[in-house]
Structures are given as C-alpha cells and as structure tokens.
C-alpha cells in the first residue's frame, strides 16, 4: 500500500497500489474487477473500480476523492484571524486541521455458473474492513517540485515537515530577496505541524521574529519571513496558494478607480390622455469598483511568485473598509514580461481588482 499512513497535498497525485489480490483457485474468471472505495468520516466520498484481466496488482490515482473532501472548505476562521489583527494589532493565529481518510478494498469475478461474487480483499479479525489510509492537505504540489523529492516514500507534505522552507512549510513566497510590504501592512507564516497547519498574522508595528511567538506556541518551528517595510501606504490581500495556504501580500493602489455599469432600456406604453403614448426606460445595474494595482518594484524571483501564486490563485480577499472584502483579481494583460535581458529595468506586474460581491 503506496503511502499508507502518510500525509498528501488533496489536489496532488495520490497513489495507491493494490497487491497480491486473489481470485479463487483455480481462476476461471474473465470478469475480474477491483472496487476501491474511499471513505471519510464513514461517508463514501471515492469509488473507483478497473478489470484487471486476471492480474494480482493495480494501482488507483484517489486525488479527485481527497479534493472533494476540502471542495467546501470555509476560510472564514482564517479571515477572522487576519481580521483580528487589523482591529487589534495584536499577533493571531489560527489552525487548521488535517483531514483522515479510509480506504475499502473489494474484488468482483464470475464463478463457472456465470454467477457474480464481491469479496473483501482485507478484513481484520474484528470484522473491520477500513485501512487506514492517511491524511490529506487542501492544496497541491507543482511537478517540478514532485521532483526534487528523489524517495517516492517521501512525496507527501511529511516531507516539507519542520524544514524551514522560507515563510513555512506551507507558502510559497520566494526567500532570496525580502517581501516589500506597507508600513501599515500585516504579514503571516504559515508551517505545517503533526496533524495540521498553523498560520500566525503578525500585524503591521514591526518585522515579526521567530522569539515572538508566544509560550503558549512552543514546538512552534516555523521562521518569520524576511520583511521590508516601506512608508508608502499598500494595500493587504490574503489570498490561498497552491499548497491551499491563506497567505498575505500587500500591492501598491495606482491612481484610478472605475464603475462598471449594465443599462437595459424597456419601452413602456402610457396612457395619460385619450391616445397612447411610448417612452423609454433606462434602469442601471451593477455598480462595481474595481482598481488598478501594482505588485511595485520587484526581484525576477518575486515577479514570478506574484504571476504564478497571487494571480492565479483561487480565492482573494482585499481589506476594505476595515473588512477582509471578497475580490476577483485579473492580470491587466493576457502575457506579462517579467524578464527581458534586452531592458535593463526591474518588473512591475499590474493587474485589477474588482469587488465580488457588488452588482
């Protein structure tokens, strides 16, 4: 069993590999199927079934089981936290736990009378015919990364435990350079622990350190990111990555709002008098902001954390008005330039920010 007991990105390849499976003595079966069924919290959430023409061994990819464990994730506890800070300006954090799954092994074959039989391929003594089967992350690992991990037994988030990936475990934010953010930004890292994730936002006052990290904490292995305040007001955006981390960035505002409107026009017949008369009816809809911004100045290496990470991340909120807000975040072009050898210029990435919740 291919990573029996270990911990998985959901939305990474997961493996499992069925062996030594039986098929009566002698098989006289063509119809030899294997069903697996992935189970969490006694609730079937996968079930796969494949012929194998008679092998004893077959593997099953379970990722599409484990993301719909976390499609329904809330992030309103992350938001809280972040939130918190803001209003208080004091350190937050929040946890959030792993989810286990299960795993259910049947085979199916015709006896010599064309009559079907199930059976369990695994059954303790007590009648139990779970196996353990792990625990799964929200988010994902990125090939490239799968493949810096040379022990197979290895590529699971187990292997990014306490090793002090810049930020954390779980980010993704580049560690060559520091992260520029506002004076009246807050920041975050996030680490992965035995059995969940912890995220801790720091506020805005100074850069945090790793002794800051209350006693109540301790065990806590995570680092603070490396941090440069700047005094040019930034707007905050938490936003989830691709290891489903609710991460911080702050972008420069540039100087320009726009409302977008929707008018549709209705023909109305009246009569006021002895002969009718039509006018028209405009009615407006929509009304939603939306901004311009700018990620600022950045390193090669930070320009493509915000193209990759932030702009194609799933789900953004911008705080606004005091409030984590909703956002939907479009690059301002379909191609961005973050590096030409023939311009002698650091990138900036623009992109625009509309409101989701307006209209």
């Known amino acids: 069993m291919f990573g ?5 990105f959901a939305d990474s390849p997961v493996v499992i590999d069925i062996s030594g499976l039986y098929w009566g003595d002698p ?13 969490y919290q006694d609730s079937v959430i996968g079930n796969f079934r494949a012929d194998t023409g008679g092998q004893t061994s077959i593997s099953f990819d379970i990722q599409s089981a484990l993301r719909a464990i976390w499609s329904l994730y809330p992030f309103e506890g992350e938001l ?9 300006g004091v350190s937050q954090s929040y946890s959030r736990q792993m989810r286990s799954y299960k795993l259910r092994v049947y085979t199916e074959y015709l006896d010599s009378e064309d009559k079907v039989y199930t059976v369990t391929q695994y059954e303790d003594a007590q009648g139990n015919k779970d196996i353990p089967g792990g625990q799964c992350l929200i988010g994902a690992m990125t090939e490239w990364e799968r493949s810096l991990i040379t022990s197979e037994g290895d590529r699971d988030v ?6 002090n990936v810049r930020n954390g475990d779980a980010s993704t934010k580049p560690h060559g ?3 520029r953010v506002g004076s009246t930004s807050i920041t975050s890292w996030v680490d992965m622990q035995q059995g969940f994730t912890k995220s801790i936002f720091y506020p805005y006052t100074a850069t945090p350190q ?13 680092h603070a990111p490396i941090v440069l305040r700047d005094s040019i007001p930034y707007t905050d955006f938490l936003f989830k990555n691709r290891r489903g981390a609710v991460e911080t960035c702050s972008a420069l505002m540039e100087e320009g709002m726009n409302i977008e409107m929707e008018t549709e026009k209705y023909t109305l017949t009246e009569r006021p008098k002895f002969n009718p008369t039509r006018t028209l009816m405009a009615i407006a809809s929509g009304g939603r902001r939306s901004w311009t911004m700018s990620s600022g100045i950045q390193t090669r290496e930070w320009a493509e954390w915000w193209v990759m990470e932030f702009l194609m991340a799933e789900k953004w909120w911008m705080l606004y008005n005091g409030a984590y807000t909703p956002v939907i975040v479009e690059p301002s072009r379909k191609s961005l330039g973050i590096y030409d050898r023939s311009k002698q210029a650091a990138p900036s990435i623009e992109f625009t920010v509309t409101l989701a919740l307006e209209g």
């Open 4 to 8: 029996s007991g270990k911990t998985y």
């Open 27 to 39: 098989v006289t079966s063509p119809f030899t199927v294997v069903r697996l069924e992935v189970v």
């Open 80 to 88: 809280a936290a972040a939130q918190t800070v803001v209003s208080t």
């Open 158 to 163: 187990s292997h990014f435990e306490h090793t």
């Open 177 to 179: 350079s520091p992260e």
């Open 210 to 222: 790793p002794d800051d990290v209350p006693s109540s904490q301790s065990g806590w292995t995570g």
